[in-house]
């Protein structure tokens, strides 16, 4: 199960809980009753709150939004190669970032986390080297002594 499925999960049985304390308190259940289904819902609340547990003890949390983040990713490929397709756009544009703008006929947007990490990693890899990317600390040859220097 994933988190999120179990955490609805808790909140429903937290609301079935409290209803039937409301049912309980203007006397419309019977306490023996009341008593049965409470230890009934109380248990299944505890079986889910240990299995909540042990998802984040064994360290799968990051699954779900890992994959909910490359089928996103995948899905914004598809979409921006796509022609006619504005409103399809706007949606992955929400799923993907904030705070648009537009500034010399160019869309900038402040990313989230991992998009940007996406975005750098791929502006890099795609794009020319220009001036301002190359390091003026390490020269051509490297950091490595010339060997005609080790001469003795």
């Known amino acids: ?51 909540k547990s042990q998802i984040e003890k064994s360290g799968t949390i990051w699954l779900e939004p890992m994959r909910e983040f490359v089928n996103c990713a995948l899905q914004a490929q598809k979409i ?9 756009l706007s949606i992955m544009a929400k799923k993907v970032g904030s705070n648009f703008f537009l500034m010399n006929r160019r869309l900038s947007a402040n990313l989230d986390y991992a998009f940007r990490a996406l975005a750098t990693g791929g502006g890099v890899a795609s794009a020319p080297p220009c001036e301002s990317s190359i390091s003026f600390l390490v020269t051509p040859v490297g950091f490595e002594p010339t060997i005609f220097r080790m001469r003795t």
């Open 1 to 51: 199960m994933e988190e999120k499925q179990i955490d609805s999960e808790i909140q429903e049985s937290e609301i079935k809980l409290n209803r039937l304390l409301d049912g309980y308190l203007d006397q419309v259940i019977e306490p023996e009753v009341y008593k049965q289904k409470k230890n009934e819902l109380f248990e299944e609340k505890l079986k889910l709150e240990e299995k």
């Open 80 to 88: 921006a190669r796509a022609k006619n397709n504005c409103h399809d």
